[in-house]
């Protein structure tokens, strides 16, 4: 069964550049990776999405190594509305064959002025 | 931009007591997909839904629970004999055929079992 992990909270101050990598070492072979942000109260946003290397839209960026065992979602300079719940998402299929999602940990960001 | 929504946004209700809660997907997405989300914890897999069938189930999503789609636009989560540890945000999120993991969430309903 794939375990996601990432760090619980990180802190950076506005304008900075701030990397969050979840670490994800059994995921499905054909899954892409998949990244969310989660305020209070509200439901998962979707941020970006990616098989390999690296893919980068107009909000973030992402990179995939080889292994596909890890990614780490890159927000480029970071304003104090970032501050969010970061969640990265999986796809797994287990020995049994079921297949479901898995949702990482989550990282806390909190960006201060 | 379309969205989806779900109904009620809060329920409270009694241990044991039927629950419902209801989400209408984007409109032109066939897959659909209920989660849950413990208050402090991360968002977990239930369920999900294509073709009128559930086509995978976590081992959280047992026989008290159920799913369906009863019309054209609906897609229903039903909780036969709620427990107490099943307060919790649920949200619904739909995706459309050409993405497999960019799933459109609901706003939640935050379900409170007394």
């Known amino acids: 069964l794939a375990k996601t992990t990432q760090p619980i909270s990180m802190d950076s101050y506005e304008g900075q550049e701030v990397n969050i990598t979840c670490s994800h070492n059994?995921?499905?072979?054909?899954?892409?990776i998949t990244w969310y942000q989660q305020f209070p109260s509200q439901g998962p946003r979707f941020i970006i999405q990616g098989y390999k290397t690296k893919v980068t839209n107009e909000v973030a960026s992402l990179f995939i190594p080889a292994d596909r065992k890890s990614s780490t979602l890159s927000l480029p300079r970071v304003s104090l509305s970032d501050t969010a719940v970061y969640y990265c998402l999986v796809g797994d299929r287990g020995t049994s064959g079921t297949y479901k999602y898995i949702f990482g940990t989550g990282t806390r960001l909190k960006v201060l002025a | 931009e379309p969205e989806v929504t779900q109904t009620p946004s809060h329920q409270v209700t009694q241990m044991g007591q039927e629950v419902i809660l209801r989400c209408v997907p984007i409109?032109?997405?066939?897959?659909f997909y209920w989660y849950r989300q413990i208050l402090g914890q991360k968002v977990e897999f239930l369920v999900s839904f294509y073709n009128n069938e559930i086509s995978e189930k976590s081992e959280i999503f047992d026989d008290q629970f159920s799913v369906e789609r009863p019309d054209g636009s609906n897609f229903t989560l039903k909780i036969r004999s709620t427990k107490l540890e099943d307060s919790a945000m649920y949200f619904c999120?739909?995706?459309?055929?050409?993405?497999?993991?960019?799933?459109?969430f609901g706003p939640g309903t935050r379900l409170l079992v007394l």
């Open positions: 999120a739909s995706r459309p055929t050409w993405s497999k993991e960019t799933q459109y």
């Open positions: 059994n995921i499905a072979t054909n899954d892409y």
């Open positions: 409109s032109n997405h066939l897959y």
